[in-house]
């Protein structure tokens, strides 16, 4: 069975950092592309962003491209998404997500993790 958990989460002050992690069981990554995705309350769930199978292309929405960068250790089975120069906008869950897909600018999204809470105050 696959399973996707997200770690990191938690309350921080606007221009603070948190890191996200990604943990997969049940199968290697090592061939997929990964995606990290959000929902704040009110809003649609966003793509935020992407990394392929490599590690050698990436993809970050406008929102947080600059301010967040998404990573993977493939030999831990493990995708990051650090996450510097917070905003309150960024509040979200936040989720990992398994693509089988060798395209990043189309996502076809196989797994989701449970979600990690992020809050950013004021």
């Known amino acids: 069975q696959v399973h996707l958990a997200e770690s990191g989460g938690g309350l921080v002050q606007a221009g603070g950092s948190l890191r996200l992690s990604c943990a997969a069981s049940g199968l290697s990554i090592r061939t997929y592309a990964m995606h990290w995705f959000r929902q704040a309350p009110g809003k649609e769930r966003e793509r935020v962003a992407a990394?392929?199978?490599?590690?050698?292309?990436?993809y970050y929405a406008d929102s947080v491209k600059g301010r967040f960068t998404i990573s993977r250790d493939n030999a831990n089975n493990t995708v990051y998404l650090q996450m510097n120069s917070l905003k309150p906008e960024d509040t979200a869950v936040y989720y990992c997500?398994?693509?089988?897909?060798?395209?990043?600018?189309?996502?076809?999204?196989?797994?989701w993790g449970q979600g990690t809470q992020v809050i950013v105050s004021s």
């Open positions: 997500a398994l693509d089988p897909s060798p395209v990043l600018r189309t996502p076809q999204i196989r797994y």
């Open positions: 990394i392929n199978w490599s590690g050698g292309s990436t």
